[in-house]
Every structure is written in C-alpha cells, then in structure tokens.
C-alpha cells in the first residue's frame, strides 16, 4: 500500500493520510445535508409533489456518489481529492433547471448523465489533459489564489462573520451570534494551532470546535449514532426514464443549453481544484499535473455514477486543500475520504454536529495558506497582472471558480498580442477564449 501509493517519495505515513482524509470528509461533510435539501426543493411551499426528489434518496445518492468519486480518485488518480455533488451546480439543477424552466427532475438528471459520457470521451481522448497543461504557469498560480479567497469568503460567509447588506452587498455580520462566537472561538484556535506546528491543527481544530459548540448548546448534540439508511429507489436509474419513455424532450435547445452548463462548470471548477490541491501538495511537476488524465477520468466517472444513483453533478472539491493543509499527498487520503462517506450512511444522526460554524474556521485557515502563489505572480508585467487579477478576484466576487478563469482567460490572450507576446500564448488558449466568449453570450446571457 505504501509503495502503490509512493508514501516514501512524498514523504508521508499514514497518520497523516488518515487525519488528511478525515479533515476532507469533515470539511466536505455539510453536502449531505445541504444537497437533499437543495434538490428537494424543501425551501420552496405548496410545490407539487412531482417537482420534488425525495430528500431520503437524493441523501444516499449523494453519499454513494462521494464515496464512489473520492475512491476512483484515490485509487486511480492517486490525488488527496475528494469528490461529491457540486454547489452551485445543484443550486443550477434545482432553481433553474426544474423550478424556473419547469423540467421535470428525472430530465435534469439525464442532462447531468449526458454531461458525465462526455467528460469520459473527452477524458480518454487526453483533450482534457491537453487543455489543462496548456494553461500558463501564471494563470494556474492565479487559479490557486482566487480559488483561496473564494473559499476564505465562504467561511467568513458560512459563519456570520460576514453577512448581506442591502448599501454594500457585504459586511460584518452580527458577531454576538452563539454560531458565530463559536466561529471566532474556532479560527482563533486554530491559528494557535498552526503557528504553533501542531501535526493536523486543522483537523483538531475542527473537533475541538465541535465538542465547545455541544458544551455551550451551539452545536446540537446527536440524536442516536445509529440511523436507518433511506431507500434510494425513488432516484435510482430515474435519469434513463427519458431516454426510454420520451426521447423527444431530450431534442431541445434549452435542454442542450442544460447539458452544455453542467459539462463547462465542472470540467473548469473540476480543472481550477485539480490545479489548487496540486499546487498545495507539492504535487505539479513544473507547471503539468502529472496524472492529470487519470484525475480528469476519475472525474468524469463520477459525474456518470452520481447521475445513475440520483443526484447533480459530482465534481472535485477544493475543500480537499483542507485535507492537504493537515498533511494528506497522496490517494490513500482520498481512499480515506471515500470510506468516510460510505460509513457516513450508517452513522447520519452524528452528521448534525457538522455544522458551518465547525466547518468555516478550516475553510478560512486553509484560504489563508493558498493565497501564497500570489507571491509567484509577474506583477509587474502588466499583460500578465491584469488577468491574473480578474482570475483571483471575480471568484469570490463572482461566487463561481468557473466565472473567474472564464474572465481571466478571456483577457489573458488579449493583453499577450497587445503586449507582443502573442507566440507565448498556447493555441488552445485562444480556443478557450472563444469558447469563453460564447459562453458568456449564448449561456450566461440567457
């Protein structure tokens, strides 16, 4: 195991990988909670009872879809990834896909299905690898950082510490909130923690947060350890209804628009994560992912599983830098992860100490060391300086990884031919920005 894994190359063991792998999952954790919630559509009343997924199934398909994901990374890919259903793409399948365009769910998930065979045939082309290895080495330092403040910014956002204001979108929120001083009380110990050189600061960190959020009440305490695992029949296989019983709604252009959203979020948020948790663990050789293809494979996979269980796009999550920053390198971390999630279905009542005040702490910490390749930036060129800002800041700005490099690389040839360099620039780099600018115009505008 620990020579499939190269541990000694790495310069690994398997504490480390086992509380790297545990500090994803807990990090990763709220999306069995949140994704049931989100497709079932529970904050929207008096909607017919058609429209909704069953939150018991949509919770075992996305528990079965993370773990299935996180082990065909680890196993695969060898990367400290794991994988689970995506935010924001689940938000896309159920507020605008089935509330808003009124397509029944079963279609939607057919879309995400469709999206997965594609990534697989893109994957085992090497296109996508292609496409990853042809993104300069600045912009994948800009990735990394925009990648840190957007998830600083859900942390801060996800405790309260920072919170909507009508005059100026954000600012401070109520930080006399119990969830919130537990928040605080949790970022200021883990900060002790790491400038001290506590081995996995982040991860006892978390625990120890959880545990003072139960002694104060903040925290509720489990309702048993034990649960019934729901049946997930309702979901499963319900993305092949269409396709067998009306293959005519499949023939739309809304529903192409569909397919073509969830394939371009994740393959870009999928690449933006690979490049993050590379980068963190000391991964990338030069400026190339080694493994990239089997990563983008593993991916792809698990896009295709999470459909045919019953749930929206399965996607890498840059949570797993959290996993890297208590000391996870290798796949056996994702291995861990993986595992985590299946035991997960037995022991749901303990999810609910997982909460974003236990959570947010870690993705702040985690924020704060990734935002270091931001000292490897050319700032003082500026064809490479402004593209490298709009990648980093419209990320948070923009609550999307994808919308970022989208900007990022639309800029990024321009100021190269504006600047003389235009033989630097990759050929698929000006691909990229067409395909950008269409995006923005055919799928963004809509």
């Known amino acids: 195991m620990k020579n499939y894994f190269n541990f000694d190359e790495l310069g690994t063991n398997y504490r480390r990988e086992i509380i790297g792998g ?28 058609d429209m909704r997924m069953d939150a018991g199934a949509v919770f075992v398909a996305t528990a079965l879809a993370a773990a299935v994901g996180s082990l065909f990374m680890g196993l695969i890919a060898k990367y400290p990834i794991g994988l689970a259903p995506g935010m924001g793409l689940n938000a896309f399948f159920a507020y605008t896909v089935v509330l808003t365009y009124g397509i029944p769910w079963q279609t939607a998930l057919t879309g ?11 994957s085992l082309s090497g296109l996508r690898e292609k496409i990853i290895n042809a993104i300069p080495a ?48 949790g970022l200021v110990l883990t900060v002790i923690l790491m400038v001290l050189n506590v081995k996995g600061a982040i991860f006892f960190g978390m625990l120890t947060t959880a545990v003072v959020g139960m ?4 925290v509720p305490l489990p ?5 019934s695992i729901p049946d997930v029949s309702p979901t499963f296989g319900a993305a092949f209804h269409p396709l067998m019983n ?52 593993a991916d792809s996979l698990a896009t295709v599983t999470g459909a045919i269980f019953g749930t929206s796009t399965t996607t890498s999550y840059v949570e797993s830098t959290a996993g890297v920053a208590a000391g996870a390198r290798t796949g056996f971390a994702a291995v861990v992860t993986g595992v985590m999630f299946l035991v997960s279905l037995l022991f749901y009542p303990l999810l609910s100490v997982i909460t974003s005040a236990v959570t947010a702490p870690a993705l702040i910490i985690v924020g704060v060391l990734m935002v270091s390749a931001l000292g490897l930036i050319e700032w003082n060129r500026f064809e490479i300086a402004v593209p490298a800002f709009l990648t980093v800041i419209m990320m948070p700005l923009g609550y999307s990884i994808a919308t970022g490099i989208a900007i990022g690389f639309i800029f990024y040839p321009i100021t190269m031919i504006l600047a003389g360099r235009r033989r630097e620039v990759h050929p698929i780099m000006y691909g990229l920005f067409l395909i950008f600018i269409a995006y923005f115009v055919f799928v963004q505008g809509k």
């Not at 995400?112 to 893109?122: D, E, K, P, T």
């Not at 394939?263 to 190339?288: E, H, R, S, W």
């Open 223 to 227: 309702d048993g350890v034990i649960g």
């Open 138 to 185: 600045q912009l994948k330092y800009a990735v990394g950082a925009g990648i840190g403040l957007f998830i600083a910014y859900l942390g801060f956002q996800n405790s309260g510490i920072i919170a909507n204001h009508d005059a100026t979108l954000t600012g401070l929120g109520d930080l006399s909130q119990p969830a919130t001083l537990l928040a605080i009380f």
């Open 215 to 218: 002694i104060f009440k903040v």
């Open 246 to 297: 009306d293959p005519g709604s499949l023939m739309t252009i809304q529903f192409l628009v569909i397919v073509l959203t969830f394939l371009f979020v994740d393959f870009f948020d999928t690449a933006g994560t690979l490049i993050a948790v590379a980068q963190k663990a000391g991964i990338m050789k030069g400026d190339k992912l080694p493994r990239a293809g089997k990563a983008l494979l």
């Open 112 to 122: 995400v299905l469709f999206s997965g065979v594609i990534f697989i045939l893109l």
């Open 22 to 49: 545990l500090t994803t999952f807990l990090s990763m954790a709220y999306i069995l909670v949140v994704n049931p919630l989100t497709l079932s559509l529970e904050s929207v009343p008096d909607l017919p009872a």
